[in-house]
T-cell receptor, first 112, second 113 residues
Framework: QQPVQSPQAVILREGEDAVINCSSS?????VHWYRQKHGEAPVFLMI?????EQKGHEKISASFNEKKQQSSLYLTASQLSYSGTYFC?????????????FGKGTKLTVNP | SAVISQKPSRDICQRGTSLTIQCQVD?????MFWYRQQPGQSLTLIAT?????????ESGFVIDKFPISRPNLTFSTLTVSNMSPEDSSIYLC??????????FGPGTRLTVL
């Protein structure tokens, strides 16, 4: 089942903060976050495992609340380079195997 | 992180023909994945390819349409058979490393006329 991301799009000025949410109706094993710039392949940002841990990557951090079956990506003091589409991917088990299912994405635009 | 290359990077094909996309990884990996991404859309998993076993296809994708080979731990191919304009998309391969992180190839942009 595809996770739900919100918002669908967000426009920021350089230096502003943003939060992108990802929720699932299924119990989650882990949550992955990727950023894809136009015309490029998705780039791995971070993975969060069960346990509610928070991870960071530069000024980007994320949390994972397994009880609420959701994760949030926090972008602090955004830079122009943060522009792109952010996808969360959730890992669930199906038929004994794990697979990564991506949300529809959140398009982030950072303007000067 | 793994370095992944794909060939071709793009192609324009006629309806009814087939195209084979190659994916090469610079290190040995157990699991390789093939995704499809239509313009402005999310990534949809086509199949998982493990070396030495048949590929596992997701709902809506069948082996006759998307045959996959995985002859060794660094290489895989995906064939898009009997193409129609609806197959126009970007096809990406990815690999999973020991930390369960997935790394994507640059993608193959396919246009079917």
């Amino acid at each position: 089942q595809q996770p739900v991301q919100s918002p669908q799009a967000v426009i920021l000025r350089e230096g502003e903060d943003a939060v992108i949410n990802c929720s699932s109706s299924k119990a989650l094993y882990s949550v992955h976050w990727y950023r894809q710039k136009h015309g490029e392949a998705p780039v791995f940002l971070m993975i969060l495992l069960k346990g509610g841990e928070q991870k960071g990557h530069e000024k980007i951090s994320a949390s994972f609340n397994e009880k609420k079956q959701q994760s949030s990506l926090y972008l602090t003091a955004s830079q122009l380079s943060y522009s792109g589409t952010y996808f969360c991917g959730t890992v669930t088990t199906q038929g004994g195997s794990e697979k990564l299912v991506f949300g529809k994405g959140t398009k982030l635009t950072v303007n000067p | 992180s793994a370095v992944i290359s794909q060939k071709p990077s793009r192609d324009i094909c006629q309806r009814g023909t087939s195209l084979t996309i190659q994916c090469q990884v610079d290190s040995q990996v157990t699991m390789m994945f093939w995704y499809r991404q239509q313009p402005g859309q999310s990534l949809t998993l086509i199949a998982t390819a493990n070396q030495g076993s048949e590929a596992t296809y997701e709902s809506g994708f069948v082996i006759d349409k998307f045959p996959i080979s995985r002859p060794n731990l660094t290489f895989s191919t995906l064939t898009v058979s009997n193409m129609s304009p609806e197959d126009s998309s970007i096809y990406l391969c990815s690999v999973e490393d020991w930390g369960n992180e997935q790394f994507f190839g640059p993608g193959t942009r396919l246009t079917v006329l």
